[in-house]
């Protein structure tokens, strides 16, 4: 199995390294904020929209006209319009809004695709120099592309996409199914409950003293951006907290069982609820669910999403009668054909683990076993 992993690791340019990277990052962004307004411009003139090959036909006009824009490297300007190609495939096939308009205020990337070298304490970055690196696990496999990003509290960091290729293992660890919940992050169908951190929560207080202070700032005033770095400092915080929080649990669920069985919730339309917006945000399920998929397929195991209608909490999951009347206050009931006492979250887990089950095996069957390691491997 072939994989392709991005590895980040924090850097530390000096002053004037900082200022070429300030260089790379405006070039970039002026370029994908030139092609973005040729592209409507182009679509309100014509109807039509412009090829990648037109696109770039348009980047070398601009070079010529705008000499400064060599002082960025040539590969960074056109990864750039790659990315902006990449941003309308995502628009057009439903996953995304429309492009935007890139602002120097926000996060700031660019791609190296190639020409990028390490030494043991270093990365050469191509017109920026030998840039001081914490390696704090090694590089592996084939550095295929490097991404510089500067985030909103001033910090640098280098992703590398490595690629390798590994053997799967045979997985022969149980299945398990995961309810996804707010009081308790994860109901499991052995009856393990994890407990929701609620980072945000907890940061509400001061996250709300630290925005009334910018509130009060002059704009464009030294006092307003350092204000504004504490904010940031503190959304910072809360991220980092709550994706720790999630590598961990994830790696744990994926070393501990094969088959994992898990909703497939709009999350998108559930924030739409105004009272359980911020919560089910704070969450994290979706991220949750990625890193359960690409760290159980390492492991050789599988990740297999229940639909979302599927009324998991209603059905008995010993007799398999719906209960219609549940409510989302009732955290327990009584089945009125077998007469079994459930606990909902735990009834929910349960079902998702039999429709899980089930559903793997009616996709992958083909008359051989079953186990969720022959389903990575056929």
């Given at each position: 199995m072939i994989i392709r992993q991005a590895r980040k690791y924090r850097i530390y340019p000096n002053q004037h390294q900082k200022q070429q990277l300030a260089v790379q990052f405006g070039h970039a962004r002026y370029i994908y904020n030139q092609a973005l307004?040729?592209?409507k411009n182009h679509y309100k003139q014509?109807?039509?929209?412009?090829?990648?090959?037109e696109t770039i036909k348009n980047l070398v006009v601009e070079k010529e006209v705008t000499p400064w824009l060599g002082e960025a490297d040539s590969q960074v300007l056109q990864q750039k319009l790659r990315d902006l190609e990449t941003a309308y495939k995502n628009f057009f096939q439903k996953r995304a809004g429309y492009p935007k308009f890139k602002s120097k205020h926000g996060k700031q990337t660019i791609r190296y695709p190639q020409r990028v070298k390490f030494s043991d304490t270093h990365t050469y970055l191509p017109k920026v120099g030998w840039v001081k690196t914490v390696f704090h696990r090694s590089l592996v496999g084939t550095q295929k592309s490097v991404t510089v990003s500067k985030t909103k509290t001033g910090k640098y960091f280098a992703s590398v996409l490595c690629e390798w290729e590994i053997d799967i293992p045979e997985n022969h660890n149980p299945s398990v199914g995961i309810d996804l919940g707010l009081s308790h992050f994860a109901i499991l169908s052995n009856g393990e409950r994890v407990d929701s951190p609620k980072y945000l929560r907890r940061t509400e207080k001061q996250l709300a003293r630290a925005q009334r202070r910018l509130s009060r700032k002059k704009k464009g005033s030294a006092n307003r951006t350092k204000d504004r770095l504490k904010v940031a400092r503190l959304h910072e915080r809360v991220a980092n907290q709550r994706k720790d929080f999630l590598h961990k649990l994830s790696a744990d669920v994926t070393?501990?069982?094969g088959l994992i069985?898990?909703?497939?919730?709009?999350?998108?339309?559930?924030?739409?609820?105004?009272?359980l917006a911020k919560s089910i945000s704070d969450s994290g399920w979706s991220t949750f669910v990625t890193f359960c998929e690409y760290k159980s397929a390492v492991r050789g195991g599988y990740v297999h999403q229940v639909d979302q209608f599927f009324p998991s909490s209603k059905t008995c999951n010993n007799c398999g009668y719906i209960n219609q009347d549940l409510q989302l206050s009732d955290r327990g009931w009584v089945c009125p054909e077998c007469s079994i006492e459930l606990d909902r979250d735990i009834n929910a887990a349960i079902n998702i683990l039999i429709q899980a089950t089930a559903g793997a095996a009616g996709s992958y069957a083909c008359g051989d076993c079953v186990r969720p390691t022959e389903f990575l491997t056929q």
């Open positions: 307004a040729n592209r014509t109807g039509k929209g412009l090829t990648p090959y070393s501990r069982f069985g898990l909703e497939d919730l709009n999350v998108s339309g559930m924030v739409r609820n105004r009272r």
